[in-house]
């Protein structure tokens, strides 16, 4: 079936650095995929849809500049935080849309970014 | 807009007992709901999706979620729990192509 993958899968990195977290839909094509970020024991929140061959679309209160998005291609989105601070550190979860008709979505296994 | 509550954050049960995870939406469109499972540390599974016709829906691991449109419900149950059951359970719901609305989630903790 259809997986969506995630990597990577945990990352600790320094105050400052930059960190790219990549979703790829392994066999089939995504459009549209979303970031979110999930605090513990909390929902998901959505950060931004990302839209292969545009700009992302960014949630209200997102920093667009901290987070970069990149979808370049069908099954390639990216994620990167810039500058990275400890308040950064947190899970982040990416889903590609599978059917754009129903709105039905495959996950990706989620990155867990730590940030000293 | 949509909009999602799901009714209980948490839901203590024991193995083998039956559960029933409540989910109540509001939508000013037609939708279609989902109900995901998510394990420690990981993303989201798809549990099952009512897209149209019968409003019982079937999904993995012996789920099952009924569609009540009147109360604008869709609940999950399961007969049975198991200890693997435990999780963290996410009702959706997602207008003709639009964005996915999430609840809040509810954790079901499957104690033996």
């Known amino acids: 079936g259809a997986v969506v993958s995630q990597h990577p899968s945990r990352v600790i990195c320094k105050s400052g650095t930059s960190v790219k977290i990549e979703c790829r839909s392994l066999?089939?094509?995504?459009?549209?995929m979303f970031w979110y970020r999930q605090f513990p024991k909390q929902s998901l929140m959505l950060m931004a849809t990302s839209n292969e061959g545009s700009k992302a679309t960014y949630e209200q209160g997102v920093e667009k500049d901290k987070f970069l998005i990149n979808h370049a291609s069908l099954t390639l989105s990216t994620l990167t935080v810039t500058s990275a601070h400890p308040e950064d550190s947190s899970f982040y979860i990416c889903s590609a849309v599978i059917n754009s008709n129903t709105g039905e979505l495959f996950f990706g296994e989620g990155s867990r970014l730590t940030v000293l | 807009a949509q909009s999602v509550t799901q009714l209980d954050s948490q839901v203590p049960v024991f193995e083998e007992a039956p559960v029933e995870l409540r989910c109540n939406y509001s939508?000013?469109?037609?939708?279609?709901l989902f109900w995901y499972v998510q394990y420690p540390n990981q993303g989201l599974q798809l549990l099952l999706k009512y897209l149209s016709g019968s409003t019982l829906v079937k999904g993995i691991n012996g789920f099952e979620a009924e569609f009540n449109k009147s109360q604008t419900s869709f609940h999950l149950r399961k007969p049975s729990v198991h200890i693997s059951d435990t999780a963290e359970y996410f009702c959706?719901?997602?207008?003709?192509?639009?964005?996915?609305?999430f609840g809040d989630g509810t954790t079901l903790t499957v104690k033996p």
């Open positions: 939508s000013s469109v037609s939708v279609y």
């Open positions: 066999d089939f094509q995504a459009t549209t």
């Open positions: 959706a719901v997602s207008p003709n192509a639009g964005k996915s609305t």
